[in-house]
């Protein structure tokens, strides 16, 4: 992507953010809420390709950093009280935007935290830890009574609308794309493709994996954030690891490794989760079903570029 | 000019399983080495070690006065050693220019932050490096080839690429691992063209793993022969053909008959 | 120190540690032949509960008059039966299009199973538990030491050895079984040797499940509530044992069931004393998890697997 193309852009999402908040009061309130569902898919399905898709580390774990975004910063504003809910729109937006940084920047700590010990480990055991990693941040909310135990926080102010959703959206797409098309970047897929000739060409793996996990954690932690901000209210079963799976079948669906892939099958698959909201129960049968036929007929996704990566040879 | 790679007594142990042991030998400036041995020699392990995939059990490998065992193999590489792989080891996904220019990533000088916000720095930086990787692959007649995925080559071309990204990290000494594996004798004279052109070209020495002796014997200033992980002789190609250590370790094949 | 309670928390544990063990089996006995997560296995478990729980449901009136001891086993065994068929149902169906494919298509596709085990069986059983009936009389057993065990436990401690042996006979006694052992030591070869692998690999999910099912109907006796989503834990925590106990290896898979079963038991028993809440009995086996897999990859009893360069 060449930069003037790229400052186009981020300024092009970033503008027409604003355009849809400023037209919101003209929007019907099911058309904001599902636009607004939208917008958190695609934060957390594209900060998640970043680390399954483009560096082929396989997380199960993204509900987790979720859950650490959306409980961060749902502790900074209800902590400055008047401030965050009062009547001033800029000190309020301030310190939501404060709150959404804290947030994110707490999950990508805990991603630190997941992703330098999972360096060891390869593939599925990956997959099963960084789990293993989602339910241990989940057990420890439930039983943490300062942030509401399984109850949950309550009253969280109502601070998410369109142009933080959309403009934050755009940020994390300007981001991992433009991480992803830089020299730079292009280490991310030699490290999916190959770890040992990538360090045989001096990148330290670590390093990419651990800078994966710890990007891809600080998004899904803003995610986290809107979400709560949102919805008003959080509990720890609300991340569990069903809601890592949603994510990570966006992915899959949208092919591992491909940013507008995954951007259109977060909208899809939210799209999708509207329309099957009366047939509740068939919802995860339709999506497990799906799953499993897409690795059987087409691995890459809809409308992906991932190879198929042969057997390792012993 | 003093030794470029140097191994002292390195040995290297699985398990129970010795797979390399007390190996002493080294490869100086601008030099090409060969190292033969039949199958299970040792020879890929010693690369491995060399290399940093593996840390020797004991004993030292050094690159000038730097010691190398126990780093890892990234800083290996930056230290000016690259290597190809036996069973060739490419960025599939990634275009013909992809691959070299993921052997560029250790020498940028602006890297996560300047890729994110795109100034001119950036692409002052990218613009470079694109011409050096064009003028890269225009030497090895490879340019038409730039935007193709690496995994559609032909065989040969594969091979060839692998040499050109090592080529890439700017190494003072090659490591090929069995260049000539699964060609055919015109293919072969080629690749010993090639390997004696790079080795002038850039200045570089070169340590060849290879089973073809054909190649070895045209190749190589000097020989180290390795028997279950041992040296077992060291000289120039005319020596080595002679030695009988050597020819009975090959049953008396090959090395005569070359 | 309290013994009395020591040894109660022992009888549990190992109880406890027995499903875990049993579940632990199927997980590395598949990953041996296929070298993937079977993570569906712990679905197959739950539907083992819920076999029981209908078959003894459709059996009650034929089994007037017979003695506990055979009703329970016929239960037991009918379901160890359907769940065997299940289990080579899946792998037909879903895994052996993706032979030689990458571990993770596989495990993906392990996951969609799961899912849609778990919740094809909300859809058909609903999502309340529902109450597992008693097999048998169950009184509660006087120890020695001062602790004390239920007829239930003493039954699934008892055929969970048998059900051992058994596995261990098939494994090194019969045919299937070298068979078995000769997949997952070197796929190539055992084909070359004329190992009928796809049959080798049917029989491996065959008694995988089997063990999955056996553990079912024990979990539900124990605890006698049974929902679709109960497989879940238990069966990563039996992935976990696998994993402590070296994955890929029997015995290493019984004795990391036991061990974590003890492990989780005795946390929570004594969690006032350690100052871990009991809250927290989930985490248990993913932190040990996270420890096996930094310190010792290879497990208590496995072998390390080096990647070839």
Known sequence: MRPALSHLLLLGGLGLSAVLQIVSPQLDDYAVNILILAGINIILAVSLNLVNGHTGQFSLGHAGFMAAGAYASSLVTLASGPLASGGDPVVKNAVFLGALLAGGGFAALCGFLVGVPSLRLRGDYLAIVTLGFGEIIRVVLQNTDAVGGARGLEGIPALTNLFWTFGIATVTIYTVACLVNSTYGRGFIAVRDDEIAAEAMGISTTRYKVSAFVVGAFFAGLAGGLFAHYISFIAPETFNFLKSVDVVVMVILGGMGSTPGVVAAAILLTLLNEILRDFEQYRMIVFSLLLIILMIARPQGLLGNFRKKRKGTS | ?258 | MDWGNFAQQLVNGLSLGAIYALIALGYTMVYGVLRFINFAHGDVFMIGAFAGLYINRWLKPFFTGLPEALSTAVVLLLSMGACACLGVLIEKLAYKPLRNRSRLTVLITAIGVSLFLSYSAQLIFGAAPKGFPNLFNSTTHDLPGGASATTEQFVVLGVTVLLLAALRWIVLGTRMGLAMRALSNNPAAASLMGVNTDAVISFTFALGSALAAAAGIFFAMLYQAIDPFMGILPGIKAFVAAVLGGIGSLPGAALGGVLIGLIETLVVGYSQDIGIPSGYRDAVAFVLLILILLFKPAGLLGKSEREKV
Do not use: W
Request: aromatic share 6%; charged share 20%.
């Open chain 2, 1 to 258: 000019m003093s030794a470029s790679l140097l191994l002292d007594q390195v040995t290297m142990r699985f398990g129970g399983l010795v797979a390399v042991s007390g190996l002493d030998f080294i490869v100086n400036h601008g030099e090409m080495v060969g190292l033969i041995g039949p199958n299970g020699a040792g020879k890929t392990t010693v690369f491995n070690v060399i290399t940093g995939v593996y840390k020797p059990t004991s004993g030292t490998v050094s690159l000038g006065d730097r010691v190398l065992n126990g780093l890892p193999a990234h800083r290996i590489t930056r230290h000016g050693i690259a290597r190809t792989f036996q069973n060739i080891r490419l960025f599939g996904s990634l275009s013909v220019f992809d691959n070299v220019r993921c052997a560029m990533i250790p020498g940028l000088r602006h890297g996560v932050t300047s890729a994110l916000t795109r100034g001119p720095a950036h692409s002052r930086e990218e613009s470079r490096l694109r011409g050096e990787i064009l003028e890269l692959l225009a030497i090895f007649d490879m340019s038409g080839a730039a935007d193709s995925p690496a995994e559609g080559l032909a065989y040969g071309d594969r091979r060839r690429l692998e040499i050109v990204r090592a080529l890439a990290t700017r190494p003072r000494l090659l490591l090929l691992d069995e260049p000539a594996a699964g060609m055919n004798p015109t293919e072969k004279s080629q690749l010993i063209e090639l390997i004696r052109f790079i080795q002038k070209k850039f200045d570089i020495a070169v340590l060849l793993v290879e089973h073809d002796m054909k190649v070895v014997m045209g190749v190589c200033q000097r020989i180290v022969v390795l028997d279950y992980g041992k040296k077992i002789a060291e000289g120039t190609p005319e020596e080595i053909r002679r030695n009988p250590l050597v020819i009975e370790a090959y049953l008396g094949g090959e090395v005569a008959d070359a």
